[in-house]
């Protein structure tokens, strides 16, 4: 069991330029999540896959934002036109077992500032 | 609506005290789990303890110990005996039985142990 993994850790981009980043669940995790977290403020739910679906997505992720998981393997997080706002923690997180009673295993995260 | 609140900001405490940790939930659901997780500096989440809506027996994991009494909503931690690495950001969360997807996280209690 090595973890969750993302990547980068951190990533200093100008508003208005695109960044991705990437998270590797641990291996037997059908279940993959983003989330966001902002200081001082506990993590906010974005989106969720199941294997290769994305299943749900907060009104957090608005249309500049974009999730993927091919095969159900690694998942990408891709902003579009950053701005200031978007500057926070982003963390990804995995499961297996009943969604709901199934502890959620994170990563370290990736952090953006954006200038 | 679900909801998780975690009244104390910050904490400290100096080194082999007791601390408790205090959380308070709302939510109309009947069936509903709820988590503490340990935020240290280096950022990981890290699992500490669930525990369901129907198990309100306490529990106790060497320094740690768990308080749930739904007459008052509350789901609160205990650490015996305060250590240095103690110190991390605490997180109470809550998952529903028909919202499994969602974590709903309060905005956590940062614990600083004095040593």
């Known amino acids: 069991d090595t973890g969750v993994s993302q990547d980068p850790r951190h990533k200093i981009t100008k508003r208005g330029q695109n960044v991705t980043f990437r998270c590797d669940p641990i291996?037997?995790?059908?279940?993959l999540y983003w989330y966001r977290q902002t200081l001082g403020q506990g993590p906010e739910f974005l989106t969720y896959f199941q294997n290769e679906a994305q299943l749900e997505k907060s009104r957090l992720l608005s249309d500049r934002f974009s999730a993927e998981r091919p095969k159900g393997s690694f998942s990408t997080l891709e902003i579009q036109r950053t701005e200031q706002g978007d500057s926070a923690m982003y963390l990804c997180?995995?499961?297996?077992?009943?969604?709901?009673?199934?502890?959620?295993?994170f990563g370290n995260g990736t952090r953006l500032t954006v200038t | 609506a679900q909801k998780v609140t975690q009244a104390q900001t910050e904490i400290s405490v100096v080194e082999k005290e007791d601390v408790t940790l205090d959380c308070v939930y709302e939510t109309r659901d009947t069936t509903y789990y709820l988590f503490w997780y340990k935020q240290p500096p280096s950022g990981e989440l890290v699992f500490l303890i669930r525990?369901?809506?129907?198990?309100?027996q306490n529990e106790i994991s060497g320094r740690y110990s768990w308080n749930f009494q739904k007459s008052t909503s509350s789901f609160n931690f205990t650490i015996t005996a305060s250590q240095v690495v103690d110190s991390a950001v605490y997180f109470c969360a809550l998952t529903l039985s028909n919202t499994g997807n969602q974590f709903y996280f309060g905005t956590g209690t940062s614990l600083t142990v004095i040593p």
């Open positions: 997180a995995s499961s297996s077992g009943q969604a709901y009673n199934s502890p959620l295993h």
């Open positions: 525990r369901n809506s129907f198990d309100e």
């Open positions: 291996s037997e995790h059908n279940r």
